[in-house]
């Protein structure tokens, strides 16, 4: 067994189709299996892929495996390094192993101990984490933030999981080379393209896509990719004609990526990369298209490119970035209420870092500065009712409901500056040390952030970390920067953690934190917005992760919450996305061309405000609703397991892979959250989805 | 989003264990009427409202207690005369006084905020806000013609229509009225709609009460309900 350089491959599991019998290459590329002639001999390795020998001697030709796309430049995440306690780097096999994510790598988050977990993704950027605001974090797409991480419904990512290759969750305690988040932080980066020119296609019930890449010489590597939503092509199918519904454009999207990586010498490097999407919904609320008062519409855009250049030299190394991104939302409902915002970005970045073995008695010493800018423009033009905040009841439906209105533009320089320090004093002792500097130009705010890691290397197996800091969000929420006079949210936070890595393969972490938040943005009395809040998580999360190869297993547990009060004299109540309790499971098996794996979720409901009496206001036709004590109400607990089924096998050239993946197979039908009749008078519940399959084919060339 | 989510739940039929808007058969105020909707110094509007009623037809009935939400310093200017209760719309000096306790410019009619109450059974109450306009004059808007499978039937009180049927329901105001059409007697589709259309399944009541009401942007009312059948 050899790659296409002529190398042997060791540990390839090669088997005889249709029976139990397998053997593994020696650290030569050999085997000796029994087989009668003819026989079909699978052939399988983690790095490799299936790939398809047949019998025709008693001594084969060499067998020539070429690295699987799939897996190609996959981070093992029991060898990547740690960030933060809590943290890890998402390893794409494995999360692949992960059911219940439709086959999209970025929805396995919800597995992730300190990520609230429910059926589809939360709020505007589909992530919450450690019971926060999903405002309060932030995700990056090769360093640079993105306005939104899914399409609508969240069935998809807005980068399709082929071009991705690797995914960092940091759920607090970030370093200072990354900012304007009081909460936590998902970084995905895009991968470069591959040394073998290649195709891959994928079709499902969601969305089809293709992913090309390839080199352009010696130096040069491209990575394409374009994909669609076929959602829209099928959901009308389902809706009944007899439903006041017409959907003249069901959830569309497309999104693209283009990634070009150019190595000029031993020293620089450069790259150029685009992400992109488009996502447009409308509905009639009718089966009357003419009927503009029942109409819903929703188109939501944006292109991000970025430039890049990295330099090495010795101890010296640097990263040149520019990065702009363009996005445009356009919501209008009904006849009246409209919101327009167009967002110009220009975020220029660098960072500077210097390693030495030993400086001032210290060893591995990692210095690092950076600084960057966000330039950011706002074109507004809203008519809609008061925008809810956080924990806030929410208003009855009146589509006439305009009293917020704004129509001009913003703007909104952001500067920073930061430097660390990373040494060890010995084998054990290794401290972090750091302070970040984040100006809010609007408002004219400095705050200075101080962040520190002390890592204690128990044994070789067992590492202690103790770590804290201080954080902001500026204030760029919903319509948050049309008032000048708001301070960013701010956060201090303390981690603690263990790992246990006894061998590679394995990887068992626990970390408890407390989070403190102040400057929290709520309405005032007048319904301007003020920094009146204050708030504070705590909890406790495990992560576990084992895999031999053939079995998978993944263990995540986090308890948590958080609380805030939203102004002097203000009762204490939990934030929207409080959740104490969630527990992911799953357990793989690969072997040959199948894969099959299961994943249990546990996770408490989410809390929600009761109404506790109506008042009817006839000349609007609706009722005012009297709120209960905020999110005093909580949806029961949700249970369900998803399945996932993957098939691999060789046609011709081409590698095939079907999967389906199940979600809640036993159909547990859980209570989501609560609603009210148009009076209030009656309550219904929403439940969790039925049994969501999705089925998908992957072809590579 | 959560607005969408919820819209297209109701409109996908997912609420059956809350009733619908369009629903009659449920204990309700379903608008309260000024007579006139706005009125000049000395005009006189009376309050009624229509009421609906789990098991029975809605009826017209007076408020059993009203009062001045705001301004207080026209609290005055309700009254109640026997059963019913009245807005007597004050002189210059008391507008002007009312527009300087809402911030409101020169001339600008004076919104009149009045909370009732309607008696249901079983001693419960609900509880209704209704805006008198002073300080000009403008009519209810006139619910005429009303048609039903294409004919005007606006001085009709019963009203026959087929089962297992499309039944059309037209009135003629354009968007920027709200329209009602509601019903304890099959399915009501676009029922907020100026076209609706009518549906009686084998399952539902054959027969109870249908109805529109009209809502103009000067805060004008009118309402008319038939008896109806299908057979």
């Known amino acids: 067994m050899i790659d296409n350089l002529g190398r042997p491959i060791r540990k390839v599991t090669v088997s005889v189709e249709g029976t139990f019998d397998d053997v593994v290459t020696d650290k030569d590329g050999t085997f000796e299996i029994v087989a009668p002639m003819g026989a079909t001999l699978i052939v399988s390795s983690d790095r490799h892929g299936v790939s398809l020998a047949t019998v025709d001697g008693p001594e084969l030709p060499d067998i020539v495996l070429l690295i699987d796309l799939a897996s190609e430049e996959i981070i093992v995440s029991s060898e990547a390094p740690i960030v933060a306690p809590g943290a890890a780097v998402l390893d794409r096999e494995q999360l692949n192993r992960i059911p219940g994510t439709g086959g999209d790598i970025v929805r396995a988050l919800t597995a992730m101990p300190g990520v609230v977990n429910t059926q589809l993704p939360l709020g505007y950027s589909g992530v919450v984490i450690r019971g926060a605001s999903p405002q309060d974090s932030k995700v990056l797409i090769d360093d640079f933030e993105i306005p939104i991480l899914f399409h609508p419904f969240g069935f998809r990512a807005v980068v399709p999981t082929e071009s991705i290759k690797s995914l960092s969750f940091i759920p607090g305690g970030f370093d200072v080379a990354y900012g304007r988040s009081s909460s936590g932080i998902v970084k995905l980066e895009t991968r470069a393209g591959s040394e073998n020119r290649s195709t891959q296609a994928e079709f499902s019930m969601i969305d089809s896509g293709v992913v090309a890449q390839g080199p352009i010489?010696?130096?040069?590597?491209?990575?394409?990719?374009?994909?669609?939503?076929?959602?829209?092509?099928?959901?009308?199918?389902?809706?009944?004609?007899?439903?006041?519904?017409?959907?003249?454009?069901?959830?569309?999207?497309?999104?693209?990526?283009?990634?070009?990586?150019?190595?000029?010498?031993?020293?620089?490097?450069?790259?150029?990369?685009?992400?992109?999407?488009?996502?447009?919904?409308?509905?009639?609320?009718?089966?009357?298209?003419?009927?503009?008062?029942?109409?819903?519409?929703?188109?939501?855009?944006?292109?991000?490119?970025?430039?890049?250049?990295?330099?090495?030299?010795?101890?010296?190394?640097?990263?040149?970035?520019?990065?702009?991104?363009?996005?445009?939302?356009?919501?209008?409902?009904?006849?009246?209420?409209?919101?327009?915002?167009?967002?110009?970005?220009?975020?220029?970045?660098?960072?500077?870092?210097?390693?030495?073995?030993?400086?001032?008695?210290?060893?591995?010493?990692?210095?690092?500065?950076?600084?960057?800018?966000?330039?950011?423009?706002?074109?507004?033009?809203?008519?809609?009712?008061?925008?809810?905040?956080?924990?806030?009841?929410?208003?009855?439906?009146?589509?006439?409901?305009?009293?917020?209105?704004?129509?001009?533009?913003?703007?909104?320089?952001?500067?920073?500056?930061?430097?660390?320090?990373?040494?060890?004093?010995?084998?054990?002792?290794?401290?972090?040390?750091?302070?970040?500097?984040?100006?809010?130009?609007?408002?004219?705010?400095?705050?200075?952030?101080?962040?520190?890691?002390?890592?204690?290397?128990?044994?070789?197996?067992?590492?202690?970390?103790?770590?804290?800091?201080?954080?902001?969000?500026?204030?760029?929420?919903?319509?948050?920067?049309?008032?000048?006079?708001?301070?960013?949210?701010?956060?201090?936070?303390?981690?603690?953690?263990?790992?246990?890595?006894?061998?590679?393969?394995?990887?068992?972490?626990?970390?408890?934190?407390?989070?403190?938040?102040?400057?929290?943005?709520?309405?005032?009395?007048?319904?301007?917005?003020?920094?009146?809040?204050?708030?504070?998580?705590?909890?406790?999360?495990?992560?576990?992760?084992?895999?031999?190869?053939?079995?998978?297993?993944?263990?995540?547990?986090?308890?948590?919450?958080?609380?805030?009060?939203?102004?002097?004299?203000?009762?204490?109540?939990?934030?929207?996305?409080?959740?104490?309790?969630?527990?992911?499971?799953?357990?793989?098996?690969?072997?040959?061309?199948?894969?099959?794996?299961?994943?249990?979720?546990?996770?408490?409901?989410?809390?929600?405000?009761?109404?506790?009496?109506?008042?009817?206001?006839?000349?609007?036709?609706?009722?005012?609703?009297?709120?209960?004590?905020?999110?005093?109400?909580?949806?029961?607990?949700?249970?369900?397991?998803?399945?996932?089924?993957?098939?691999?096998?060789?046609?011709?050239?081409?590698?095939?892979?079907?999967?389906?993946?199940?979600?809640?197979?036993?159909?547990?039908?859980?209570?989501?959250?609560?609603?009210?009749?148009?009076?209030?008078?009656?309550?219904?519940?929403?439940?969790?989805?039925?049994?969501?399959?999705?089925?998908?084919?992957?072809?590579?060339? | 989003m959560r607005v969408l989510v919820v819209v297209l739940a109701l409109a996908a039929g997912c609420t059956e264990d809350v009733d619908p808007a369009w629903q009659l058969d449920h204990d309700r105020v379903i608008a309260i009427r000024a007579t006139p909707s706005r009125i000049v110094s000395g005009e006189v509007a009376q309050i009624d409202a229509l009421l609906g009623r789990a098991g029975e037809a809605p009826i017209e009935a007076d408020p059993m207690t009203a009062m001045v939400v705001e301004p207080t310093v026209l609290a005055?200017?309700?009254?109640?005369?026997?059963?019913?209760?009245?807005?007597?719309?004050?002189?210059?000096?008391?507008?002007?006084?009312?527009?300087?306790?809402?911030?409101?410019?020169?001339?600008?009619?004076?919104?009149?905020?009045?909370?009732?109450?309607?008696?249901?059974?079983?001693?419960?109450?609900k509880t209704g806000l209704k805006v008198i306009w002073l300080g000009e004059h403008a009519e209810n808007p006139v619910l005429s013609p009303i048609f039903v499978e294409g004919v005007d039937r606006t001085m009709a009180t019963m009203l026959t229509v087929a089962p297992l049927t499309d039944v059309p329901l037209e009135v003629e105001f354009d968007e920027t009225y709200v329209v009602n059409w509601l019903t304890s007697c099959g399915t009501m589709h676009d029922f907020d709609l100026a076209r609706s259309y009518l549906r009686v399944e084998v399952e539902d009541d054959q027969s109870g009460t249908l109805g529109v009401v009209v809502r103009d942007e000067l805060g004008g009312v009118a309402w008319q309900m038939f008896s109806i059948t299908a057979e």
């Open chain 2, 76 to 125: 005055s200017t309700l009254t109640r005369q026997g059963t019913r209760w009245r807005v007597t719309a004050p002189g210059p000096t008391e507008l002007a006084a009312a527009r300087s306790e809402l911030g409101l410019e020169a001339d600008a009619p004076v919104p009149l905020r009045v909370r009732m109450t309607f008696p249901y059974a079983n001693n419960v109450t």
């Open chain 1, 217 to 701: 010489g010696e130096k040069t590597r491209y990575m394409f990719a374009l994909r669609r939503s076929f959602i829209d092509f099928f959901l009308p199918l389902f809706i009944p004609d007899t439903v006041d519904l017409s959907l003249t454009t069901v959830p569309q999207y497309w999104d693209g990526q283009l990634r070009v990586d150019h190595e000029v010498n031993s020293k620089w490097s450069v790259m150029a990369s685009s992400v992109g999407t488009t996502d447009l919904f409308e509905l009639f609320t009718t089966q009357d298209e003419d009927s503009k008062a029942k109409r819903f519409y929703s188109r939501t855009r944006f292109l991000r490119l970025t430039a890049g250049a990295k330099y090495h030299d010795g101890p010296w190394q640097a990263n040149l970035a520019l990065s702009g991104m363009i996005s445009d939302l356009d919501a209008q409902i009904g006849l009246y209420q409209r919101l327009k915002v167009v967002t110009e970005l220009v975020t220029p970045r660098v960072t500077v870092t210097r390693s030495e073995e030993k400086a001032f008695g210290l060893k591995d010493v990692v210095w690092s500065s950076g600084a960057e800018a966000q330039i950011g423009h706002s074109t507004t033009e809203l008519a809609i009712p008061l925008e809810r905040r956080e924990g806030e009841p929410f208003p009855p439906y009146d589509p006439k409901d305009t009293s917020s209105r704004f129509k001009g533009s913003v703007w909104f320089p952001d500067f920073a500056a930061w430097s660390s320090v990373a040494a060890s004093f010995d084998k054990r002792f290794r401290v972090t040390t750091g302070v970040r500097a984040d100006m809010f130009a609007r408002s004219g705010e400095v705050r200075i952030q101080p962040r520190s890691e002390l890592q204690i290397k128990i044994t070789p197996a067992w590492t202690a970390r103790f770590n804290g800091g201080f954080y902001s969000r500026p204030p760029e929420f919903q319509s948050e920067n049309l008032q000048k006079d708001l301070n960013a949210e701010r956060s201090q936070q303390l981690m603690m953690g263990l790992e246990y890595a006894p061998f590679l393969g394995l990887r068992i972490q626990g970390s408890t934190y407390y989070t403190y938040r102040t400057s929290l943005i709520t309405h005032n009395a007048d319904n301007t917005l003020g920094n009146n809040g204050r708030g504070e998580s705590k909890g406790f999360e495990l992560l576990a992760m084992g895999t031999n190869g053939t079995w998978f297993g993944f263990l995540g547990y986090s308890y948590s919450n958080s609380s805030r009060i939203d102004g002097p004299g203000a009762m204490p109540r939990l934030f929207d996305y409080d959740q104490p309790h969630s527990l992911n499971a799953a357990l793989s098996w690969k072997k040959g061309h199948w894969q099959i794996g299961g994943r249990f979720n546990l996770y408490s409901g989410l809390p929600s405000t009761p109404v506790i009496g109506a008042e009817f206001d006839s000349d609007r036709n609706l009722h005012i609703p009297t709120p209960g004590a905020i999110n005093s109400d909580r949806a029961p607990m949700h249970h369900q397991l998803d399945v996932r089924i993957d098939y691999t096998w060789k046609w011709g050239p081409t590698v095939l892979l079907v999967f389906l993946d199940v979600q809640n197979v036993y159909l547990n039908d859980s209570i989501v959250t609560y609603f009210y009749s148009y009076d209030y008078t009656q309550k219904s519940a929403f439940e969790s989805l039925p049994l969501v399959p999705s089925l998908g084919v992957r072809g590579t060339l």
